[in-house]
């Protein structure tokens, strides 16, 4: 289970990268958004028991009140928040890539387009 953690975290960051170093706006936002799904993850695993199984997530009551019997919550409060504060993120940077498309007539990062840079000596 932790291979197969590691390794998706590592694809979503390999990928998360890549399309951050592409010249077109949309696919700097798709890398922010795959940067932050492994972060998450990684956030998630984490925690010392978030891989656990058979954990109580809340207190009961003839179990000692330690970490060894329950699951962590701070992990997945912080993985919810990082959720929801990465969804106003991509959100607002739409609207930003709107409104730059709009007003420079191109998507790439540079503001200009690929045949007007092949143009330039």
């Not at 028991?49 to 992990?75: F, N, R, S, T």
């Not at 997945?76 to 959100?91: E, S």
């Amino acid at each position: 289970m932790e291979l197969i953690l590691a390794l998706a975290i590592g694809v979503l960051t390999g990928s998360g990268v890549w399309l951050l170093l592409r010249p077109r706006t949309f696919q700097i936002i798709m890398g922010l958004s795959l940067l932050s799904y492994a972060v998450n993850l990684f956030i998630f695993s984490m925690g010392r028991l978030g891989l656990a199984i058979d954990k109580e997530p809340v207190l009961q009551p003839g179990l000692p009140k330690d970490l060894a019997h329950y699951a962590d919550p701070m992990p997945q409060a912080l993985t919810l928040t990082a959720i929801v504060i990465g969804f106003a993120m991509t959100a607002l940077f739409l609207v930003v890539l709107l409104a730059s498309r709009g007003m420079a007539g191109t998507d790439h990062v540079d503001g200009t387009s690929s045949k007007d840079s092949q143009e330039m000596p």
